[in-house]
């Protein structure tokens, strides 16, 4: 049963619907057809039952044949002139009496005798028996008296011969064999048809998926008509869902290699040739002077420090939403923020940095969160004047930060959160253009708003505003 099984579910899926397709007519007209042979059946032996009671009820039948069987017989006359029936009387024991005119014997049963005993029966009883030859025979026995020569219960037994009752059912049995077959065969290759029409789209759906396998081609889209709702339908919109991501992200992993690989040559060339540098003077002997290689290391201390920071924010874009949907929770956004602002007053000693911030509780992942409040404040601090000052608030959710610098160009406002995007002003300064990126996706990510505007009175303000988390999370002893 099992192999049977396996090799089922080995065919195509044509073959599995059209076999299924004709088990299901094979067994709705089998069990149609033999219904309609035991009811053709049962009218046909209704039919042959009535004939023999009519027989039984004629006047004198039954009162002749016990003359015959109890007198001395007269002339004998046919009792059913026209007809080819059996009649005879049977007693408790002994054997029957034939009618002259019967075309033979009829094969006496026990049942038989039990209606001789059931003297109250007040029907004949029908059976199915066969005569002394073997023919099949529809049997009436109906019970008589007492026979008064010898005082045994008599019974008589009428039989209609089955021949042509059972010809007329065998022929019926292979007309609907021969018709049963016919819709089997007409239903295997309906649903064969039926089930081609039905996955013609999906062929076109395992076509498309082959191509793309082949060729890695994510442009291809399957047509899908706009009213179609069917599970094909949308099976295909799925697919071109998926591709369009695919395609999607394919285009931005190409655009990140690229940009990475851009901004990856400036350090790399400018750190190889520095530990040319050094490395020549130690080949030659040729020393160079002491304040030059402070200075060379210095340089290649600062360009390895930048190639760190471009891979771990390179690795940040990098991570999937499953990543950071795991590590998501409710955390204090005045904690992160807090946490920053140390790190920002490390790296900004000559600045003040004021800070007036609201309890607020947000849903993200803590370290990336941290990350991007670091991010904003080390902008807010590179471009702050000597001995400037930056603000920082959080009020409802919305965090602001303001520095006194020089502010941002209108002209590349839309820009300032793209990748790898610097101002030509920043250039010269240290960084890789990733730091806002990863501000704008982390915040988004959050479900929240990040923006970039001229402060009034000059500088830049860069607003953040997070959605609060549903409960806040239990406060720490």
Known sequence: MNKVLRRFRSLPIRSRLAMLVAAAVAFAVAAVSVTCWFIVQGKLYDQVNADLEEMARRPGT????LQRCTQTPQESTQLFPGRNDYVQAIKEEGAPCVDPNSPGTVNVTSADKEVIKDANRSQGFFR??????????RVLTVYLGVDQNDSQGVAVQ???PLKSTQSTLNELALILLLVSGIGVIGAGAAGLAVARAGLRPVDKLTEAVEHVARTEDLNVRIPVEDDAEDEVARLSRSFNSMTSALASSHEL???????AGHELRTPLTSLRTNIELLTRSEETGRPIPEADRKALLASVKAQMTELAALIGDLQELSRSEGQRGERVQV??????????????????????ITADLQPWFV???PAALERAVVNILDNAVKFS???????????????TVRDHGPGIPAEELPHVFDRFWRSPSARALPGSGLGLSIVARTVQQAGGQVTLAHAQG???????????APTAPPETP
């Open 363 to 365: 849903r993200a992942e």
């Open 62 to 65: 039954v009162n002749a044949l």
């Open 331 to 352: 955390i204090s956004l005045e904690g992160t923020v807090e946490t920053a602002l140390r790190r920002a007053r490390l790296r900004g000693p000559e600045l003040t």
């Open 158 to 160: 009428l039989a209609a």
């Open 128 to 137: 199915n028996g066969t005569d002394e030859d073997g023919n099949a025979v």
């Open 458 to 468: 000059g500088g830049t303000v860069a607003t953040v505003r997070l959605p609060g």
């Open 385 to 399: 004047p000597e001995g400037g000052t930056v603000e920082v608030q959080l009020t409802d959710g919305v965090l």
């Open 253 to 259: 992993q190409q655009q990140l290699i690229a940009d």
